[in-house]
């Protein structure tokens, strides 16, 4: 990766609605070669996706919980069950394998605390060993733009 994809990849993070134009113009290149660099960029696997962010109160998603997993069954086929069961469940956003005294954690949005407890209900289909929530009060920073130096 040289400077310029560096520049196009910190422009499409910050607005991915800009136009191949608009994005030539920033960086000082013509369509075509702005337009086979995107492309470069979409077949590496450096850029992912292009999405919409939209705001979880405005949709009525206001209550955002992280979820810590803790599970006595470290084994592949419970693996593959939880895997299967988090991958079903809308509203779950994130979820890590964590190496510590927590071995999973989720981030998920619902409406409401009756939201949480039905993602409660389906997150137990796949046996938990021990399971705690913490709700977000405020959120203090939230991005997704890496920092590309």
Known sequence: MDTADKNLLRLMQADASLSVAQL?????????ACWRRIQKLETD??????????NADRVGLGLTVFISIR????????????NDVVQGIEGVLEVYRLGGQIDYLIKAVVADMAGYDRLYQRLIEADLFDVTASFVMEEIK????????
Do not use: C, E, Y
């Open 24 to 32: 030539a113009d920033k960086t000082a290149m013509s369509k075509s």
């Open 45 to 54: 696997g450096i850029i992912r996706q292009r999405v919409t962010l939209l």
């Open 71 to 82: 599970t006595n069954q470290h084994n592949s086929d419970w693996a593959q069950r939880f």
């Open 142 to 149: 939230s991005t997704t733009v890496l920092p590309i130096r």
